[in-house]
């Protein structure tokens, strides 16, 4: 353990005489260093740093000048010396450390600027292991940590876009204040926390560690929500660098910031229709508080949303559409004419930006791509005093070993419905119910504590669906229906029938399977088991 020592009290302000700059985005550095090369700081850089601001006709002095050694080992041992942290850690005002400084001739470095490795980068562009590892900085974290903890002296900026703060405090005060030096020092910590983390768990999928001892998540700051779920919650919208597409990374073209609440339902809409192959056929998906309340293909996108609308819309007035393929100026109009919160689609045609654009608290994001709902990946929740992580469910049901265990086998078209069904169910909150006809949902029962009611509220649904559309006859009459889970008793089963269902699937696994199967043979209903239970919390 280290002993305490009690040491003099900083000033506020602390001149910034020499800034040592090492960074891998050079973004706004040529500007940055002139504005501290005119104001009287000291230049110091490595590498291809140094190289650019001699390029700008600026003067600077090489890391190597300071310690005496070159760069050596392709560059991986430049600034681990101590003429380097020992500028960055003296404690200026003590004067066992100003003799020490003097004695092995280390000058303060009033000013750090690094920006890491690109690790990340590297790896999301599928880099192979080896090149993985040569962008794992090790220099970069080691002096940004110094610093940060010497932040009583030493600035340390991680991020470009503190440049312009660090440059208003040196032009106008001659230096850097504490307040800025601690607001910078924190943000340094994060950001080595969140770069640890990236290749932690980077190297933990590498070795196909699925638990290691020790788990971290970092991410940086996209937006400050106005609030979270609730006016009175305080949120925040981080993004990992993943490049999976979606909310995260997609581009807002137009309307108010989202919410908290759009967020997650946009994520929700999207991962839900990305199920759908936009080769094969249009899909549409109409989210509500996370909950799907419409899916469906058709022969156009236009033909999709309205059969999607037609499941349930009166839950889809302010919800959330998602489509798999670039939304057109025809399925624009449809959308148009009732009050929508987001429409996130891979692209959007000039005459959908158009039309949309006249809705202008209508917010509409382009992803550029779909996500692969077959793709790995983590999910992690928090709970108090942990965190639970799992891999994406990621299981599709067309890769699935289909059961057939009833006397009817189901025909063609409800096979293909049964698969429709169950792809939505995936992304239904369990207990999930979910009947499907001609490739749109017509009812959904979500998030109950027993399946049976999940299975009459979502016959409910439709013959209010079918009510508000003047027909005579729910949607559920000729249907096929979807569960998340096995039934545990035939009820639910039973209560699927009544409401019109003509084949089940579901993913077996009860211990009254056997009476189950029974109860479909008697009303003459076809049953699939996938195996595959699609759970969601």
Same mark, same amino acid.
């Given at each position: 353990?280290?002993?305490?020592?009690?040491?003099?009290?900083?000033?506020?302000?602390?001149?910034?005489?020499?800034?040592?700059?090492?960074?891998?985005?050079?973004?706004?550095?040529?500007?940055?260093?002139?504005?501290?090369?005119?104001?009287?700081?000291?230049?110091?850089?490595?590498? *291809?740093?140094?190289?650019?601001?001699?390029?700008?006709?600026?003067?600077?002095?090489?890391?190597?000048?300071?310690? #005496?050694?070159?760069?050596?080992?392709?560059?991986?041992?430049?600034?681990?010396?101590?003429?380097?942290?020992?500028?960055?850690?003296?404690?200026?005002?003590?004067?066992?450390?100003?003799?020490?400084?003097?004695?092995?001739?280390?000058?303060?470095?009033?000013?750090?600027?690094?920006?890491?490795?690109?690790?990340?980068?590297?790896?999301?562009?599928?880099?192979?292991?080896?090149?993985?590892?040569?962008?794992?900085?090790?220099?970069?974290?080691?002096?940004?940590?110094?610093?940060?903890?010497?932040?009583?002296?030493?600035?340390?900026?991680?991020?470009?876009?503190?440049?312009?703060?660090?440059?208003?405090?040196?032009?106008?005060?001659?230096?850097?204040?504490?307040?800025?030096?601690?607001?910078?020092?924190?943000?340094?910590?994060?950001?080595?926390?969140?770069?640890?983390?990236?290749?932690?768990?980077?190297?933990?999928?590498?070795?196909?560690?699925?638990?290691?001892?020790?788990?971290?998540?970092? *991410?940086?700051?996209?937006?400050?929500?106005?609030?979270?779920?609730?006016?009175?919650?305080?949120?925040?919208?981080?993004?990992?660098?993943?490049?999976?597409?979606?909310?995260?990374?997609?581009?807002?073209?137009?309307?108010?910031?989202?919410?908290?609440?759009?967020?997650?339902?946009?994520?929700?809409?999207?991962?839900?229709?990305?199920?759908?192959?936009?080769?094969?056929?249009?899909?549409?998906?109409?989210?509500?508080?996370?909950?799907?309340?419409?899916?469906?293909?058709?022969?156009?996108?236009?033909?999709?949303?309205?059969?999607?609308?037609?499941?349930?819309?009166?839950?889809?007035?302010?919800?959330?559409?998602?489509?798999?393929?670039?939304?057109?100026?025809?399925?624009?109009?449809?959308?148009?004419?009732?009050?929508?919160?987001?429409?996130?689609?891979?692209?959007?045609?000039?005459?959908?930006?158009?039309?949309? *654009?006249?809705?202008?608290?209508?917010?509409?994001?382009?992803?550029?791509?779909?996500?692969?709902?077959?793709?790995?990946?983590?999910?992690?929740?928090?709970?108090?005093?942990?965190?639970?992580?799992?891999?994406?469910?990621?299981?599709?049901?067309?890769?699935?070993?289909?059961?057939?265990?009833?006397?009817?086998?189901?025909?063609?078209?409800?096979?293909?419905?049964?698969?429709?069904?169950?792809?939505?169910?995936?992304?239904?909150?369990?207990?999930?119910?979910?009947?499907?006809?001609?490739?749109?949902?017509?009812?959904?029962?979500? *998030?109950?504590?027993?399946?049976?009611?999940?299975?009459?509220?979502?016959?409910?649904?439709?013959?209010?669906?079918?009510?508000?559309?003047?027909?005579?006859?729910?949607?559920?009459?000729?249907?096929?229906?979807?569960?998340?889970?096995?039934?545990?008793?035939?009820?639910?089963?039973?209560?699927?029938?009544?409401?019109?269902?003509?084949?089940?699937?579901?993913? #077996?696994?009860?211990?009254?399977?056997?009476?189950?199967?029974?109860?479909?043979?008697?009303?003459?209903?076809?049953?699939?088991?996938?195996?595959?239970?699609?759970?969601?919390?």
């Amino acid at each position: 353990m280290v002993s305490l020592k009690a040491h003099p009290k900083a000033a506020d302000v602390q001149r910034v005489r020499r800034a040592l700059i090492s960074v891998s985005d050079k973004t706004g550095l040529i500007e940055f260093a002139r504005a501290l090369h005119d104001a009287g700081v000291e230049l110091v850089s490595t590498g *291809g740093t140094a190289k650019a601001i001699k390029d700008a006709a600026l003067p600077v002095k090489d890391v190597a000048d300071l310690t #005496g050694f070159p760069e050596m080992m392709d560059g991986r041992v430049k600034t681990l010396h101590p003429t380097v942290h020992g500028g960055l850690l003296a404690i200026r005002d003590d004067a066992e450390h100003a003799a020490a400084m003097k004695e092995h001739g280390i000058g303060g470095i009033d000013l750090l600027v690094v920006n890491l490795y690109p690790f990340e980068a590297t790896v999301a562009k599928g880099a192979a292991y080896d090149e993985c590892v040569e962008n794992i900085d090790i220099g970069g974290p080691a002096m940004i940590r110094a610093a940060a903890k010497n932040h009583a002296y030493v600035a340390v900026v991680v991020d470009a876009a503190d440049y312009a703060a660090v440059l208003d405090e040196v032009k106008t005060k001659n230096g850097t204040s504490l307040a800025l030096r601690t607001k910078l020092a924190q943000k340094a910590y994060a950001r080595t926390a969140a770069y640890d983390a990236a290749i932690s768990n980077w190297m933990a999928d590498a070795l196909g560690e699925t638990a290691p001892d020790y788990r971290a998540f970092g *991410g940086s700051l996209k937006q400050t929500l106005r609030y979270g779920e609730n006016p009175h919650q305080v949120a925040s919208f981080y993004v990992t660098g993943e490049k999976r597409p979606g909310v995260s990374n997609a581009e807002q073209l137009q309307g108010k910031e989202l919410s908290y609440n759009n967020i997650n339902d946009t994520d929700a809409a999207f991962e839900l229709v990305a199920e759908f192959d936009p080769k094969l056929a249009p899909a549409i998906a109409i989210i509500k508080h996370a909950n799907p309340c419409g899916v469906a293909t058709g022969e156009t996108l236009a033909d999709a949303y309205k059969k999607a609308l037609a499941c349930d819309p009166v839950s889809a007035f302010g919800g959330i559409i998602a489509s798999n393929r670039p939304l057109d100026g025809e399925t624009a109009e449809e959308i148009a004419r009732i009050f929508t919160e987001v429409i996130i689609a891979p692209d959007a045609d000039e005459d959908a930006r158009r039309i949309i *654009g006249a809705k202008k608290n209508l917010r509409l994001l382009i992803t550029h791509g779909l996500p692969d709902a077959g793709s790995p990946g983590l999910y992690y929740k928090s709970v108090a005093g942990g965190m639970l992580v799992q891999s994406r469910d990621n299981g599709r049901v067309d890769a699935l070993d289909l059961k057939v265990v009833t006397k009817r086998a189901p025909s063609q078209q409800e096979m293909e419905d049964l698969k429709f069904a169950f792809r939505v169910c995936k992304h239904v909150k369990s207990n999930a119910i979910v009947y499907v006809r001609n490739g749109a949902t017509v009812g959904i029962g979500a *998030g109950q504590m027993s399946r049976v009611d999940s299975a009459r509220i979502a016959a409910r649904k439709a013959q209010d669906a079918a009510e508000a559309a003047g027909e005579k006859t729910p949607a559920t009459i000729g249907s096929v229906v979807a569960s998340d889970a096995f039934f545990p008793f035939a009820d639910g089963l039973l209560s699927a029938a009544e409401a019109g269902a003509t084949a089940v699937i579901q993913p #077996g696994g009860s211990v009254r399977d056997d009476e189950v199967i029974a109860a479909a043979d008697e009303k003459n209903l076809a049953m699939v088991m996938t195996g595959m239970r699609h759970f969601r919390h």
